[in-house]
């Protein structure tokens, strides 16, 4: 079994910022790519950003501009940098980890809330 151990959520202002990061077991991390998603009750999850083994990012059109994605293989940790947060922001924000070798796990989620 692979645990995601996420940590970073919280509440922001409208317009603020939160670092969001994920720590993988160092058996694992180095080879495979990991992201991050998003889920509002009633809503399917969406994609926030992914990142490769190799460290290229790609992001859901909606935080393009705002959120960075970043890994650190030497640490096993993945963030998200997100700014200039917007109260549609809100959500639980789930770290993804997708393996060559055995599939995807997924964290425990963690809740973002933008709110004045």
């Known amino acids: 079994q692979v645990r995601l151990v996420e940590s970073g959520g919280g509440l922001a202002q409208p317009g603020g910022s939160l670092r969001l990061s994920c720590t993988a077991p160092?058996?694992?991390?180095?080879?495979?790519?990991m992201g991050w998603y998003r889920q509002v009750p009633g809503k399917q999850r969406e994609l926030v950003a992914t990142?490769?083994?190799?460290?290229?990012?790609n992001y859901g059109d909606s935080v393009k501009g705002r959120f960075t994605i970043s890994r650190d293989n030497a640490k096993d940790t993945m963030y998200l940098q997100m700014n200039s947060l917007k109260p549609e922001d809100t959500a639980v924000y789930y770290c993804?980890?997708?393996?060559?070798?055995?599939?995807?796990?997924w964290g425990q989620g963690t809740q973002v809330t933008v709110s004045s």
């Open positions: 160092r058996t694992i991390f180095s080879f495979s790519a």
């Open positions: 993804n980890l997708d393996s060559p070798f055995s599939g995807r796990y």
């Open positions: 990142i490769t083994k190799d460290g290229s990012p």
